[in-house]
């Protein structure tokens, strides 16, 4: 059968650096612990075209491989990198380096802070590596959902209160029991700090030969932040994540330094660069931190 990609030359000699196709789907599995979680990606995959008259790439063994080496497979650097190396052999000779992207959700089974209920959460994910000229790099793109309360707004809400009592006790003792039953009535509830959703999205790189655990990732990242969202709760769960909330207040910028203080602290990366986003109640604006990893 004729191959016109294959036959052909170029009408425009140049070298281009990423051919390939999008949004493949793939069934992939993910390792907690000797446990296997599986999940569905969707992959790009490129190669470079090196051979500036060669008219194209041999875009369908791409697919074949993702299907014969990376499907219904662990995701780990091994694997990664044999499949990068074969998509390179693949074109025979055109090309130099390869890249592909995985996209996919991660979901976890977390239980509940104190009641003992189990729930799932998803988080996107995003494994992207390239081996250029023999050389595999590999980064992971990873989204953590949080809570976040409002320091300035809790020390307001706390002056509120301060001026209640001091309106609704007048004298100079107050009886414990009526203070109690005042706080625990609706007269209590004299501010609400606000607080947010909020979002890191996190890229790390990774040491030569690395992959990570994925969901230990996950977790350590969770534990960094102290309000991470919750799944299935009941009533003193709730409690508990008002009583987490109270002791993690923090605005973006505190967020940040709590993320960039654990992501300096991982051996294994190279280089990092991350977002956070409080998606405010107050305002209709968002407050964010970007930074990166500085290497002098």
Known sequence: MPDVANSDVA???RKLQWVGMEKISAPIIIENNGKAIPAV???DLYVSLDQEAVKGIHMSRLHLLLNNQLANTTINFDTIDALLKAMVESQQGISNSAKINLTFDLLLEKPSLLSNEQG??????????ENNRGVTTVKTTLEIPYSSTCPCSASLSRQLLSEALDSEFDSNTINKEQLLQWIESKQGSIATPHSQRSYATITMQYSDGYFPDLPSLVFQLEEAIG???QTAVKRQDE???ARLNAENLMFCEDAARRFKNLLEHQTNVTDYWFKVEHQESLHAHNAVVI???YTD
């Open 239 to 241: 409690q508990e994540f």
């Open 41 to 43: 990606a969707k992959a």
């Open 227 to 229: 309000t991470p969202v």
């Open 120 to 129: 799932y959460q998803s988080y996107p994910i995003t494994v992207a590596a």
């Open 291 to 293: 930074d990166q990893k």
């Open 11 to 13: 009408n425009y000699a």
